[in-house]
């Protein structure tokens, strides 16, 4: 795992002000070219739950930048919640879920600990699992999954 913010791509830095705008926070954005058309991707989180309404919202407000973003190209907007099974991509994505349950399979020890997510910042986590605090540096990450049994 590597603690990448997104910061930085110009698709990304365009759609986060209007999603954050919102009260929502953009935990990732992909778009890629099919047959002529473009087909984005947007992950949305926010405290609590997510549901089609957030998702709708977000669609509605983002359709216009992308619009602009890709002119004169058949458009495909998809926006979801993070799911059950998220696998987290990088570290920047840690900071949305302080608080709720994370896994993480550590290459150190070849198997995974678990806890509710303390802290997280350019370099390490904190959980607090079964056996109290544990600080894991993300390069001894192998992946990491949202893990809803560890709520609290």
Not at 122 to 148: N, Q, R, S, V
Request: hydrophobic share 40%.
């Amino acid at each position: 795992m590597r603690f990448t913010p997104k910061d930085g791509d110009p698709l990304f830095d365009m759609i986060k002000p209007v999603v954050q705008g919102l009260g929502m926070a953009l935990v990732e954005l992909s778009a890629s070219r099919h047959r002529g058309s473009v087909q984005v991707r947007a992950v949305i989180y926010k405290a609590g739950t997510i549901g089609v309404d957030d998702c709708s919202q977000v669609h509605r407000a983002v359709l216009p930048r992308l619009e602009l973003a890709f002119p004169g190209q058949e458009l495909s907007v998809e926006v979801s919640s993070p799911g059950i099974d998220r696998l987290i991509k990088d570290g920047a994505e840690l900071v949305h879920y302080i608080g709720r349950g994370v896994k993480c399979y550590r290459r150190d020890i070849s198997d995974w600990s678990a806890g509710i997510l303390t802290a997280a910042d350019e370099t390490h986590l904190m959980l607090h699992g079964k056996e109290g605090m544990i600080e894991l540096i993300y390069e001894d990450i192998a992946k990491a999954k949202l893990d809803y049994s560890q709520e609290v």
